[in-house]
């Protein structure tokens, strides 16, 4: 007769272990992981499209300041002139990566907020059929 309980008692113990919650649990976490990535990877893509604007801008301001010119005071002009857009290309360049930053943070911390909620709500939901089903067998027992 023991036998018969003890082998019923690890039926009932292992029955309490929902595979299905733990799943769930951790497809959340897959998908919350793949959205980050998202997030991260298109972040990455427009900073690069940024700084590759502003090198062909640079590189262009460079073109111009390097040209001859027929006046000795020209090249002072030509080396104001390029001072002047340079210091407008990073002015512009800053601003806009700083844009996207914030935008990136904001989305970032929305989803990571998010994320904590599903995850407790899965882990909550799973926690709580286990105990459930120990009350259950617990009962069955007694």
């Not at 030509?78 to 996207?100: G, I, N, P, Y």
Request: aromatic share 6%.
């Amino acid at each position: 007769m023991t036998k018969q309980n003890t082998k019923s008692a690890m039926a009932d113990m292992q029955s309490l272990f929902d595979p299905q919650g733990y799943q769930d649990v951790f497809k959340t976490w897959a998908q919350n992981s793949e959205r980050m990535m998202a997030l991260t990877t298109d972040a990455a893509s427009q900073s690069t499209d940024i700084a590759s604007e502003t090198a062909k801008e640079a590189f262009s301001n460079l073109r111009e300041v390097t040209k001859v010119r027929n006046e000795p005071a020209d090249y002072g002009k030509a080396f104001s002139d390029f001072a002047q857009k340079q210091m407008d290309l990073f002015m512009r360049t800053a601003q806009t990566m700083s844009e996207v930053g914030q935008k990136t943070g904001a989305e970032a911390r929305e989803l990571a907020t998010k994320a904590g909620e599903d995850m407790s709500q899965k882990a909550q939901s799973t926690a709580q059929s286990a105990a459930d089903k120990a009350t259950s067998a617990a009962k069955k027992a007694a």
